[in-house]
């Protein structure tokens, strides 16, 4: 092995290879091994038949499969099969299961762009198209996104530009406008028959719900107000509409803590006079301020005419059931953990969700009633399962799992028989399970004094009293948890490879719940002073550093950082605020003056107006620092980024350039923020290790 090792420093000496090619040979396995497992999105069960639907992200080639009873065999639909960078999800059935709808592109930014990330000089578009599920090729529809299949399974409603279309199924006619309507339209919701179907009339300041007749080609609004008004559910017998409403106000929250707000409520209204009463409405403390989980609506309406909906009221994210009548809601997730996705039975009985109940850094399958009673647990251990949508026979459970070595992939429980893969065989030959680590849970103490948990990824082959260069990683959101296993999110399923290739490399990695993240209550959540409120999570990036420094298997003088987004934010924070710490780190679009970075949300936005709060927001961002900033970086953006302004990177570059720091750089043009091509996340990754190699083990 050294003789080899020293042959490929000779090849890099003489320019023959890359370095970061000479770097993964020392490696138990390379960068394109740990990410060559497929990833699985959109699972959907079908409304009738037993069968079920999800995507498949294999390296950058999107493509539907299916699965359908007695054998649950999964088989691919569609043949797409380059890595393009052209997104695909929204998948809707039709009634009887024999068609699938499903929209291919990505959505486009301020300038009404749609994503071409790998710039095709043919441009690209975001389209609905339709595909029998016994197979053959797809159809195109038209352009548009979220398509609301009719349940009279003639057509399908969908969005373009902000207004509703429709379309036949059978292609009989172009796609035509439904109606005319001012504001944009989101949240397509048909009645249970069809013959009306509910939407979100977005107003900018204030939102509506409006019901459209068909047959009558009538349009109503329900209660309109001056507040904004979400996620219209349908009555069982589709004669009232349920929504929630929360009241106007123009308090800037972005990146802030909001623990406390006016209490926001649910309504029902009689869709035949646009009438509503309010049912239930949150107290006033915690609670207050809305809380959502991951679900196709925020309220789910149940058997028995009762309502599911999520309420932080204890200061974790439950769930509760209240009477569509009114009344006192029915806590139907007791305990000090947090409810994420969440769907209901085809019965409507039953709640199925999952949580971190009992095992915080992971998430299990529970089930409870509508009506209240004790959750039952459907899977445990050491796995991380997610998704949960039961088959329309009301026996069958889908869902996706995966574990600290094992990846993400789909699997079917029938009844209570053991979870089996519905498309075994996809995971390549020499996708390296075993030479994985499993990550150690940790909890350190942050610089203020607050308990801060993690993982750490030690190598394999660290040997006692050894000293090694280590790593501080930092997710995005901030509204993240990185758990004990691959990760239910494509961009992080990625960064827990990039974790393990380093430790891989070497490196001990430790990967930092930090404070504004999910996962541990609304107070750890809306933490006091963070992000552009004060940065507060800095204490959690000093106490990493120094939690580090004092390991006993930790080179002192060799300790980097990396992370993308809020992540980067908080790599460009230690940077600049702690040098002499941190030896190098690697910013993926990073937030570097929080003025830009809420601009890039909320365009209105006006620092002059607020010169207290912005000159804060600037005091909590590493621009604010750059004058201690001695420690090299890699910055690595694409310039068609919608959540990070690129200008982040440019000012940073530019302030960091005029203080003679180290910079590399490494651009995509045309990607967007979560890259959408598979080879940039290899090539940035690659960057990643080989700068980290340089800095930190050379």
């Known amino acids: 092995m050294r003789t080899r090792w020293l042959i490929y420093v000779i090849f890099v000496l003489l320019g023959a290879v890359p370095a970061s090619r000479a770097v993964a040979q020392e490696a138990p396995f390379t ?42 065999r999964g088989r691919q639909l569609t043949n797409f099969t380059e890595d393009d960078g052209q997104a695909l999800g929204s998948l809707a059935w039709t009634p009887d299961a024999a068609t699938l709808v499903f929209v291919r592109g990505g959505a486009p930014n301020r300038r009404g762009e749609i994503p071409n990330p790998t710039s095709d000089p043919d441009g690209a578009e975001r ?17 548009g996104s979220s398509p609301a299949v009719s349940p009279r399974g003639d057509g399908v409603a969908f969005l373009r530009s902000g207004a509703v279309y429709w379309a036949p199924l059978d292609g009989s006619e172009e796609p035509v406008q439904l109606f005319e309507a001012r504001g944009g339209a989101g949240s397509l919701r048909w009645s249970p028959g069809g013959a009306k179907l509910a939407f979100v009339s977005g ?29 219209p559910a349908w009555s069982p017998d589709g004669a009232r509409v349920a929504f929630m409403r929360r009241p ?19 309504l029902v209204a009689d869709v035949a006079t646009g009438a509503a009463q309010t049912i239930w409405r949150a107290d006033e ?28 009221r204890d200061g974790w994210t439950h769930l509760y059931a209240v009477s569509a009548n009114g009344g006192a809601a029915t806590l139907l997730t007791p305990g000090a953990f947090e409810v994420e996705q ?137 509204r993240r948890q990185m758990l004990l296993g691959w990760h239910y999110r494509g961009y992080y399923n990625n960064a827990y490879a990039m974790n393990q290739y380093l430790a891989g490399l070497g490196f001990i990695v430790l990967s930092v719940n930090f404070r504004s993240g999910i996962g541990y209550g609304m107070e750890f959540r809306e933490a006091l002073n963070y992000g552009a409120s004060g940065g507060s999570e800095f204490f959690d990036v000093l106490g990493a550093g120094l939690y580090l420094k004092s390991r006993a298997d930790v080179d002192p003088e060799r300790i980097g950082l990396w992370g993308g987004s809020y992540g980067g934010y908080l790599t460009a924070l230690g940077l600049a605020r702690a040098s002499d710490l941190f030896a190098a ?62 200008k982040e990177t ?26 959408l091509v598979h080879r940039n996340w290899v090539e940035a990754y690659s960057a990643t290790a080989d700068f980290f190699v340089r800095k930190l083990m050379n």
């Open 31 to 72: 960068l394109a091994q740990v990410m060559s497992a497929p990833f699985p999105s959109d699972l959907s069960a079908a409304p009738s038949g037993g069968a079920v639907a999800w995507v498949q992200n294999d390296r950058g080639a999107r493509n539907i499969w299916v699965a359908a009873p007695s054998d649950y």
């Open 127 to 143: 389209a609905l198209w339709r595909i029998a599920t016994s197979g053959g090729e797809p159809v195109m529809i038209g352009k």
């Open 203 to 231: 107003r900018g300041t204030h939102s509506f719900i409006g019901v459209y007749d068909v047959d009558a080609e009538t349009l109503r609004f329900l209660a309109p107000s001056v507040d904004r008004d979400s996620n």
């Open 248 to 266: 106007a106000s123009t308090r800037l929250t972005s990146f802030r803590p909001v623990r406390e707000a006016r209490p926001w409520s649910i």
């Open 285 to 312: 403390g915690a609670g207050s301020a809305f809380r959502g989980v991951t679900a196709a609506n925020q309220l789910l309406w149940g058997d028995g005419d009762r309502i599911v909906f999520p309420w932080e």
């Open 342 to 478: 969440v769907t209901l039975s085809p019965d409507r009985r039953d709640v199925l969700f999952n949580s971190n109940q009992d095992d915080i850094d992971r998430r299990h399958l529970w089930r409870v009633a509508v009506t209240g009673g004790p959750p039952t647990a459907i899977t445990q251990g050491a796995g991380i399962e997610w998704a949960p949508v039961m088959t329309s026979d009301g026996e069958t459970l889908a869902f996706f799992r995966a574990g600290a070595r094992t990846p993400a992939h789909a699997a079917i429980q029938k009844g209570m028989g053991e979870a089996q893969p519905l498309a075994p065989g996809t995971i390549p030959s020499d996708y390296p399970e075993q030479a994985l680590v499993e990550p150690q849970p940790v909890t350190f103490t942050a610089a203020d004094g607050m308990s801060i948990p993690g993982q750490l990824f030690l190598p394999q082959d660290l040997r006692p009293g050894e000293r090694r260069p280590a790593l501080l990683f930092f997710h995005g959101g901030s």
């Open 585 to 646: 780190g690697v910013d993926f679009h990073g937030v570097h003056d929080w003025n830009v970075g809420i601009q890039n949300f909320i365009p209105s936005y006006n620092p002059l107006e607020i010169p207290e709060e912005a000159r804060t927001a600037f005091e909590a961002s590493p621009m604010a620092y750059v004058d201690n900033w001695r420690s090299p970086v890699l910055v690595i953006h694409g310039d068609d980024d919608r959540n990070v302004a690129f």
């Open 650 to 675: 440019i000012n940073l570059v530019e302030a960091l350039r005029e203080r003679g720091v180290e910079i590399e750089q490494l651009v995509f043009p045309d990607e967007v923020h979560g890259f």
